[in-house]
């Protein structure tokens, strides 16, 4: 195990008071549920956002991952005003026609379900590895989230992809079907597509936008390292 991994979950065992972890069905995602359930140890809660987008395939790898762990992924869902007002406003496709609309469209459908889900936690954990982009480029194990007024662990900070699917081959984890199909990084259907070869690992979600602008809020720089 990497040190900054061991540092990660050893810093985690430390907190009082319940944690969750951010589930996006990603292979990082599996690993670090694996991670917990081996060295964690106590109880934690795992939470995805339905934001009603989602690939079909990713519904299905949803109810194997529970299947397979033996657990249920907490689900989170837009607020139906909220999601009634996007669309009749934006339409289908509007989150493409300006960075407005599609961090709009990521404020209902993501940002203010993830509130609801952090709501009386002491911290979460992410799957998030500094090799995905450059927006995740200076990421830390542990960090202070300033958006969300908690501690956030990022146990794969300092892993690459290999490592990543190395382990899921190594323990037998499932793995998400679109993976086979050259997607790197899976989120909703409409705002994310396969990679050519030579693409860096997140250049298919909002590939129309520039690089320093594609994360969708969950994530952003406002953090505080702490390690």
């Given at each position: 195990?990497?040190?900054?991994?061991?540092?990660?979950?050893?810093?985690?065992?430390?907190?009082?008071?319940?944690?969750?972890?951010?589930?996006?069905?990603?292979?990082?995602?599996?690993?670090?549920?694996?991670?917990?359930?081996?060295?964690?140890?106590?109880?934690?809660e795992v939470?995805?956002?339905?934001?009603?987008?989602?690939?079909?395939?990713?519904?299905?790898?949803?109810?194997?991952?529970?299947?397979?762990?033996?657990?249920?992924?907490?689900?989170?869902?837009?607020?139906?005003?909220?999601?009634?007002?996007?669309?009749?406003?934006?339409?289908?496709?509007?989150?493409?026609?300006?960075?407005?609309?599609?961090?709009?469209?990521?404020?209902?459908?993501?940002?203010?379900?993830?509130?609801?889900?952090?709501?009386?936690?002491?911290?979460?954990?992410?799957?998030?590895?500094?090799?995905?982009?450059?927006?995740?480029?200076?990421?830390?194990?542990?960090?202070?989230?300033?958006?969300?007024?908690l501690l956030?662990?990022?146990?794969?900070?300092?892993?690459?992809?290999?490592?990543?699917?190395?382990?899921?081959?190594?323990?037998?984890?499932?793995?998400?079907?679109?993976?086979?199909?050259?997607?790197?990084?899976?989120?909703?259907?409409?705002?994310?597509?396969?990679?050519?070869?030579?693409?860096?690992?997140?250049?298919?979600?909002?590939?129309?936008?520039?690089?320093?602008?594609?994360?969708?809020?969950?994530?952003?720089?406002?953090?505080?390292?702490?390690?």
């Amino acid at each position: 195990m990497r040190d900054a991994t061991k540092e990660s979950l050893e810093r985690l065992c430390e907190v009082k008071g319940l944690i969750t972890l951010a589930f996006s069905h990603q292979a990082e995602d599996v690993v670090v549920l694996d991670l917990l359930l081996k060295h964690y140890p106590r109880s934690f809660e795992v939470f995805t956002l339905e934001t009603g987008k989602l690939f079909t395939q990713t519904l299905a790898f949803h109810e194997e991952v529970e299947r397979f762990f033996n657990l249920t992924i907490q689900k989170y869902h837009p607020s139906p005003k909220a999601l009634l007002e996007l669309e009749r406003e934006l339409g289908e496709w509007g989150m493409r026609e300006s960075l407005e609309n599609r961090h709009r469209c990521c404020r209902v459908r993501k940002i203010e379900p993830l509130k609801e889900a952090l709501k009386g936690k002491s911290a979460w954990v992410t799957g998030l590895r500094a090799e995905q982009s450059i927006t995740r480029a200076e990421l830390k194990s542990v960090e202070f989230d300033e958006t969300f007024d908690l501690l956030k662990f990022n146990p794969l900070s300092t892993w690459s992809e290999t490592e990543v699917f190395e382990y899921i081959k190594e323990h037998a984890l499932p793995l998400h079907p679109l993976y086979t199909e050259g997607y790197r990084s899976i989120g909703c259907s409409p705002c994310t597509r396969a990679i050519e070869a030579g693409e860096e690992l997140r250049a298919g979600r909002w590939w129309w936008e520039n690089p320093e602008h594609k994360e969708c809020g969950l994530h952003l720089k406002g953090a505080q390292w702490t390690s």
